[in-house]
């Protein structure tokens, strides 16, 4: 993996656009380097003032026109020619590709969290089949993350409370690290995910092992939403015109505002209305919609969208392609626990094999003594785990910084439970 | 008159009295003194004790980084290190140091009159600088971990006491704001008779045109250091998008004032080398009114490129692209700069005292720095090294290579007008000879961290990169060994120096032509000025 850093590995078709630019400006650079150190050490030498030989005299120049006009001009030249080049760059890596493959990916303190069109999601790793574009829209659930592939030499922040995208090519299979490079706190450093490029035959084969997603894909659970959160009060699919536009077909058309300008459906648009309806109102429509900021959260916002792309005809290729159908099988013990602990974010801080993070390590936790900040030790048995989780701040584990969140209130009795009984299957 | 000293020496330095300005002895002399002189040595004084805790921060960091794993300290500790190491390296030490330290103290010198405009609001702002501080050291109780950019919505939410820490520096920029004025009243209104614009030295331009960034920008940082206040006590949501506000509108008021600053960091260390080249080239400057007019040029397209701090933030692309466009428009300034000081060297008769030692470090580690900014300007690769080493490097050879070797100039060239005494050339060169060496170690090897991929702000990093954050840590303690050996000089210098003459360097510019150490009222009679301070050419012997 360490060579997925050097120069010339074409990991990506941004890796060698970026590369060259790099190149020009270097050697460009490396001559104006040379020529103005080298004369700076030249004149030093030639002209220094020598002990016991002759006194020299130095002539009175103040100026010359011609020499001054010329190194206005040539630097300008220059840089001019170094905008241009990294104008062209920059321009390749924000263009669309076509038929690009839309994936979620959310920063919460210290992960990423990865939601594919099918529904499924991932934490901290992401498996893409090599020669298709892929189109992340990236958002922050909590502080400025930023999502970084030093091997394809990409990097966009991820913000809260917007979406930003970054269009990825991968040319190459291997292996690459994702770095989370804006700094957000204690865990930062450790905040990484891993980039995986498989080849078609292998993605799938992947895929059928993983087996069918536990529940719907992204675009259904965007519909349920839709249904449930009482949109369709005032917008239709399709057909006659309620109080506000209708959902079919809204998605990359231009729209006219109130203010008499217009922009395209985008997500981020679409992000916007859901979220603050009245930034932005469709011509010819009342300003009544409530904000669903309080009630949605940002997964689930990204759900409606895959829906709302899918009413355009913009289905994600995935969903298409299998549509494969629930099955019904029992969970194994921890299993609902397990999707929690990955949900709720706990891996941005615990490892799940031993790995010291921000915090312990879930491996081998339950049972185990563990030694507490200020004196005293503790046995991790359920009742110490419940508090933990809940009052987090009550007893903290010498070493580690006082930093978890409290989950009281945030987490029913139920999925409490079911967390613990997650923790204890990983008990050695 | 001539004295004799208790060691038989003649004193040389001119003065009715041989200690001049420094005569009036005890804590209330300097406290409360209006003298410009005095308030510039306490700004020093203070401003490099700070340069000195930032500089054991910077060992610390260092230190960690030599393991890519949990080493030495924790990672919260690391995080606090490196934001201390920034806040009082910026706050408290490179932007004060040459404008309030050596600017206070020439400023009158070389423009020929007896003080600043404003004496007492001169010390006013060394008193609110100080109180700054103490509101700054307030802040260790629960010590800052956000990086000294304070972004939002982290530094909104973070448990620590970034209401106070920002407080104080809102302190310290008042101060800055105050001695901008001040300078601008003095240089317009206190030049001595026949001193015209064009016979100005070229410290003074560069302090000029810095003196309009501070007290332009400066406002700006101060107001969103209060929106940031006011999110945290009160909860009103300026920044925090769950509250409606947009953490992005922070990094636009942040670099509008952050960005201009590294002009008041590096242009007043650039008139400081156009001062120091002509002398020990004993040649006039070369494209006087080039220089001059490109520190206002400088200052003036400063404002307008504080987006390529924001490039991967999600900005437009349109803005993006025009910011790209901005930026390089402040190279081609930069660039006339370093060709007319080489032009200077030019048939020179070269001298290489520690000042001038200091001055051709600044030429060729401020190109190293100004040439790598050229593919942070570029968009596409920006968006590859951005927040990575290769940005912690570039500026790195901007602040250190440029505006602390330009301090360093400046601090051994006129060390000898502030003390009344000469340091040690034998103990100089072999610091200078170790700083330089220990900063190209320490930090080319950032540049290739950087490029591969490892992301600033890292307490712990992937294993591949642990070679060349060892060979950047062995380069930090060379670097420590010169600064150590320099500062040893110093205090040397100051209390075992040779006695020096009015003007040792035979330098033109008017301080040279009052004794070393000044008397308090800088000149016995106001000087009139019938050339400009550059008539250097002639025979030399």
Redesign the interface.
């Known amino acids: 993996?360490?060579n997925a850093?050097?120069l010339g590995e074409a990991a990506s078709r941004t890796t060698g656009?970026?590369d060259a630019?790099?190149l020009f400006?270097t050697v460009?650079?490396l001559f104006?380097?040379l020529l103005?150190?080298g004369?700076?050490i030249y004149?030093?030498i030639r002209?220094?003032?020598r002990k016991g030989g002759e006194?020299?005299?130095?002539?009175?120049?103040?100026?010359?026109l011609l020499?001054?006009t010329i190194?206005?001009l040539i630097?300008?030249i220059v840089?001019?020619s170094?905008?241009y080049?990294?104008?062209?760059?920059?321009?390749?890596?924000?263009t669309p590709p076509p038929g690009a493959t839309d994936i979620h990916v959310v920063g919460r303190q210290w992960l990423f969290e990865f939601r594919y069109p099918d529904g499924r999601s991932s934490i901290n790793e992401i498996r893409v089949p090599v020669g298709r574009p892929v189109k992340l829209i990236l958002s922050s659930d909590?502080?400025?993350h930023?999502f970084?592939i030093?091997?394809y030499?990409?990097?966009?922040?991820m913000?809260?409370?917007?979406y930003?995208t970054l269009y990825l090519h991968p040319d190459k299979v291997g292996t690459y690290?994702i770095?989370?490079?804006?700094?957000?706190?204690?865990?930062?450093?450790?905040m990484?995910a891993e980039l995986i490029v498989m080849e078609p035959a292998a993605y799938a084969a992947w895929r059928e092992k993983k087996g069918a997603p536990a529940g719907l894909s992204l675009a259904g659970q965007g519909k349920a939403l839709v249904e449930k959160s009482g949109c369709l009060g005032c917008h239709a699919v399709e057909g006659e015109e309620k109080v506000g536009p209708n959902l079919g077909g809204i998605f990359g058309r231009k729209v006219l505002l109130s203010d008499g300008t217009t922009v395209t459906a985008d997500e981020e648009y679409l992000r916007e209305s859901l979220l603050?309806p009245k930034a932005k109102v469709v011509k010819g429509y009342p300003a009544v919609m409530p904000t669903f900021?309080e009630s949605l959260s940002s997964d689930e916002v990204g759900a409606i969208i895959a829906y709302l792309k899918s009413l355009s005809g913009v289905k994600a290729k995935e969903s298409e392609e299998e549509k494969e159908e629930k099955e019904g099988r029992e969970a194994p013990p921890g299993q609902k626990g397990k999707e929690l602990v990955e949900t709720l974010g706990c891996l941005g801080c615990h490892s799940v094999d031993g790995s010291?993070r921000?915090g312990p390590s879930f491996k081998g936790l339950f049972g185990g003594q563990v030694e507490l900040e200020g004196g005293g030790k503790a046995t991790a048995d359920e009742a110490y785990l419940r508090e933990s989780i809940n009052r987090p701040k009550a007893k903290v584990v010498k070493?580690f910084?006082d930093?978890m969140p409290e989950f009281q209130g945030k987490i029913s009795e139920e999925d409490l439970s079911a967390v613990i009984a997650y923790l204890k299957t990983l008990k050695q | 008159m001539r004295e004799t000293t208790g060691n038989g020496e003649q004193p040389q330095n001119g003065n009715a009295s041989p200690r001049g300005y420094l005569e009036a002895k005890g804590i209330r002399a300097w406290a409360y003194t209006l003298d410009h002189k005095r308030i510039g040595v306490m700004y020093l004084y203070t401003t490099l004790f700070f340069f000195l805790a930032g500089g054991v921060f910077a060992l610390l960091i260092r230190l960690k980084l030599m393991y890519p794993g949990?080493h030495i300290f924790?990672?919260?500790t690391y995080?606090v290190l490196f934001t201390m190491h920034g806040a009082l390296m910026i706050f408290l030490f490179v932007i004060p140091a040459i404008p309030s330290g050596l600017g206070n103290f020439f400023i009158p010198l070389q423009i020929g009159a007896r003080d600043v405009a404003f004496p007492r609001l001169n010390l006013m702002s060394y008193w609110i600088f100080v109180a700054g501080i103490v509101v700054i050291l307030f802040s260790l109780g629960r010590p800052m971990?956000?990086?000294w950019t304070f972004?939002t919505?982290?530094s909104a939410?973070?448990s620590a006491d970034v209401t106070v820490l920002s407080f104080g520096i809102f302190l310290v920029g008042m101060s800055s704001i105050l001695t901008g004025l001040n300078f601008l009243v003095t240089i317009h209104k206190l030049r001595a008779p026949g001193m015209t614009w064009h016979r100005m030295p070229l410290f003074i331009w560069s302090m000029y045109a810095t003196s309009i960034i501070q007290v332009l920008a400066t406002p700006v940082v101060g107001i969103t250091f209060l929106l940031l206040a006011m999110e945290r006590l009160f909860g009103v949501g300026f920044f925090d998008?769950?509250k409606?506000?947009?953490?992005?509108l922070f990094q636009h008021f942040f670099w509008f004032y952050s960005h201009p600053v590294v002009y008041v960091m590096i242009l007043p260390a650039m008139g400081i080398i156009s001062e120091i080249i002509p002398a020990f080239?004993?040649?006039?400057?070369?494209?006087?009114?080039?220089i001059a007019y490109s520190s206002l040029a400088i200052a003036g397209f400063g404002f307008f490129v504080w987006g390529h701090h924001m490039f991967?933030?999600?900005m437009s692309?349109t803005a993006?692209?025009i910011f790209?466009?901005l930026t390089?428009s402040v190279?081609?300034p930069t660039?006339?700069k370093?060709?007319?000081w080489?032009?200077t060297?030019?048939?020179?008769?070269?001298?290489?005292e520690s000042p001038m030692l200091y001055a051709?470090t600044f030429?060729?580690l401020f190109?190293?720095g100004g040439?790598?900014g050229?593919?942070l300007?570029?968009?596409?690769?920006?968006?590859?090294v951005?927040?990575?080493y290769f940005i912690v490097a570039h500026f790195h050879y901007t602040m250190v290579g440029g505006t602390v070797m330009g301090l360093l100039a400046g601090l051994h060239f006129w060390f000898p007008k502030m003390t009344g005494r000469m340091l040690s050339e034998k103990m100089a060169v072999p610091a200078w000879l170790l700083i330089f060496i220990g900063f190209n170690v320490t930090f080319f090897t950032q540049f290739i961290l950087g490029?591969?991929?490892m992301?600033?702000?890292?307490?712990?990093?992937?294993a591949?990169f642990q070679a060349l954050n060892i060979v950047s840590t062995v380069g930090s303690w060379i670097l420590a060994a010169g600064i150590l050996i320099m500062f040893a000089n110093f205090v040397h210098g100051l209390f075992r120096g040779a006695l020096a003459p009015p003007n040792p360097w035979n330098a033109l510019s008017l301080e040279w032509q009052t004794g070393s150490p000044p008397a308090t009222e800088n000149f016995e009679e106001i000087p009139t000025v019938t050339d400009w301070p550059y008539?250097?050419?002639?025979?030399?012997?």
């Not at chain 1, 080049?85 to 924000?94: A, E, L, N, S």
């Not at chain 1, 770095?179 to 450790?190: D, I, K, R």
């Not at chain 2, 992301?455 to 992937?462: K, L, M, T």
């Open positions: 993996m360490a850093y050097t656009e970026v630019l790099f400006i460009v650079s104006f380097f103005v150190e004369l700076l004149f030093a002209y220094r003032r006194p020299s005299e130095t002539p009175d120049i103040r100026g010359n020499l001054e190194w206005i630097p300008t840089v001019a170094f905008f080049y990294g104008y062209r760059v920059f321009r390749d890596i924000r909590d502080v400025i930023s970084y030093p091997a030499r990409l990097k966009q922040d913000v809260p409370g917007r930003n690290d770095l989370c490079a804006e700094y957000c706190g204690v865990g930062h450093s450790t990484r603050d900021k010291v921000v070493g910084p930093v | 949990q924790t990672n919260q995080n971990d956000t990086g972004y919505p982290y939410r973070t998008p769950t409606g506000g947009d953490p992005i080239s004993r040649k006039p400057i070369f494209g006087y009114k080039a991967v933030t999600g692309a993006a692209i790209s466009l390089y190279a081609i660039a006339i370093v060709f007319n080489l032009a060297m030019y048939r020179g008769s070269i001298t290489f051709l030429i060729f190109v190293v040439l790598t050229m593919f300007g570029a968009l596409g690769a920006d968006i590859h951005h927040d990575t490029f591969e991929g992301p600033r702000r890292y307490a712990q990093y992937p591949q008539g250097y050419a002639g025979r030399q012997t």
